[in-house]
């Protein structure tokens, strides 16, 4: 059975960097059939997917045209799990980030959700 | 504005059937397969269902997907107080080159 398990601080200050860790097991970071992906959600904005990285004979990432500027989704292969950095984070980022497996065209596992809140 | 379209709220009696609707288009619904999300209150989002129609192992045949044309529709069937939630569809976006999700639909059971 496949796990996510998030980490990473609830609060952040305006313009510094938002960073969140998922913990991967049940499965691998580098498997050639999934993609690892970060979707935020907020009263305003609903579910927003950011991005993914996968591994497929090399590593790939794709983002959201929303935070393509701003963000860093990294693989950590030694230790089976995968990050997200959003720079100069505003109010508007404040919400619940989940990580999430993509099987093949849907995530099917999910972690557990972490509030993130923009504040000074 | 999501590039889904979802009604914000659908309700029925216990043991009544709801659809809800989730209206797209070519660059979406049209060419990719549709999955459905169950959110319950204080929980992260579950899939019900994916490539249209099938459904994950353990999620009861009460739930069912179709689609046509640049539409999706998602059933449930013989209502229960434990389905209050929030549903979300969601599929890969060609266009945009983006992963989307309607706004979500709020099912209550009355």
């Known amino acids: 059975q496949v796990q996510l398990q998030q980490s990473g601080p609830g609060l952040v200050k305006p313009s510094q960097t938002l960073s969140l860790t998922c913990a991967i097991s049940?499965?691998?970071?580098?498997?050639?059939?999934?993609?690892w992906n970060w979707i935020r959600q907020s009263p305003s904005r609903g579910l927003e997917w950011l991005g993914r990285t996968y591994y497929r004979s090399k590593w790939f990432n794709d983002y959201a045209i929303s935070v393509k500027s701003r963000i860093t989704i990294n693989p950590d292969t030694s230790g089976n799990q995968f990050s997200l950095q959003l720079n100069s984070v505003t109010p508007e980022d404040t919400g619940i980030y989940h990580c999430?497996?993509?099987?093949?065209?849907?995530?099917?596992?999910w972690g557990q959700g972490t509030l993130v809140t923009v504040s000074s | 504005q999501s590039v889904l379209t979802q009604p914000p709220s659908v309700s029925a009696a216990p043991g009544q059937k709801v659809t809800i609707s989730c209206s797209g288009s070519?660059?979406?619904?049209?060419?990719?397969?549709v999955s459905w999300y169950q959110q319950l209150p204080e929980t992260a989002p579950k899939l019900l269902i994916y490539?249209?129609?099938k459904r994950p192992s353990g999620i009861p045949d009460r739930f069912s997907g179709s689609k046509s044309g640049t539409s999706a529709t998602l059933g449930i069937t013989g209502l229960q107080t434990g389905d209050e939630a929030d549903y979300y569809c969601g599929i890969w976006d060609s266009g945009l080159y983006a992963y989307v999700f309607g706004i979500g639909t709020k099912v209550t059971v009355l």
């Open positions: 049940g499965d691998s970071v580098s498997s050639n059939s999934a993609a």
């Open positions: 999430a497996r993509e099987g093949s065209t849907y995530f099917d596992y």
């Open positions: 490539d249209n129609n």
């Open positions: 070519s660059s979406n619904i049209g060419n990719n397969y």
